[in-house]
């Protein structure tokens, strides 16, 4: 059949090592943005080598061809990256209890007997205490048409990078305050989206820092 790749069928071998589940780190920054209140994916990754930080990773080019000399990303003359200290951060940290049963991220894909397909990703996450502080943050991230791309490590050591097709959207923020004291006063949001595949999944926990701390300067 002439829309079967000739690499389709290779084998997926059985992995030994003890398949832990839960997620460990979560971050979460804007699809695309103003570059100048905020930056976004879109537009740094566009800056980088070969078009796009997804370009490299799906042309599975390792982390010593990907990053330079100083650890950074090789990136055209005249083009700055600056890591997370610059101080214009595209991907933030949400922290969370890793043991709080609730947070998870799951990626469906449904393929139709006609060809057409979709990826339904979703990230959840408990973030404990309804507290001040947290109020104008998730305020934000839960206004309608903002677009997010997440990033996710897991227990069992794999790192996707969701959302970059068309982006996440907070499809809902719960807040409970509990009835007792056995119970958790807590936020709870959940980022969904619609994309064409699967989460990227980028092969080591080096290239994934990286990315997560790639900043315009």
């Known amino acids: 059949m002439g829309c079967t790749p000739a690499s389709a069928l290779q084998g997926i071998t059985y992995d030994c090592d003890v398949p832990t589940g839960g997620i460990k780190r979560i971050f979460v920054g804007y699809l695309s943005a103003d570059g100048t209140n905020a930056f976004g994916f879109a537009e740094n990754d566009a800056a980088l080598t070969d078009g796009s930080v997804l370009d490299l990773i799906n042309a599975e080019i390792t982390p010593d061809t990907l990053l330079g000399s100083a650890g950074t990303y090789a990136v055209p003359?005249?083009?700055t990256i600056a890591g997370t200290g610059s101080?214009?951060?595209?991907?933030?940290?949400?922290?969370?209890?890793?043991?709080?049963?609730?947070?998870?991220f799951?990626?469906?894909?449904?393929?139709?007997?006609?060809g057409s397909v979709e990826a339904v990703p979703s990230v959840v996450v408990e973030i404990p205490k309804m507290s001040f502080d947290k109020h104008p943050e998730l305020l934000r991230m839960t206004k309608g048409n903002v677009e997010l791309v997440a990033g996710i490590e897991t227990a069992a050591g794999t790192y996707h990078i969701v959302g970059c097709d068309f982006g996440l959207y907070a499809g809902t923020l719960d807040g409970a305050s509990g009835t007792g004291r056995t119970e958790k006063n807590r936020w709870q949001l959940t980022l969904t989206g619609s994309e064409s595949e699967i989460a990227v999944n980028v092969e080591t926990l080096a290239s994934f820092n990286s990315i997560m701390s790639v900043a315009l300067a």
């Open 106 to 114: 799951t990626d469906v894909k449904t393929v139709n007997a006609d």
């Open 87 to 104: 101080g214009a951060n595209v991907f933030f940290e949400l922290e969370f209890n890793r043991k709080d049963g609730f947070s998870n």
């Open 77 to 79: 003359t005249g083009t």
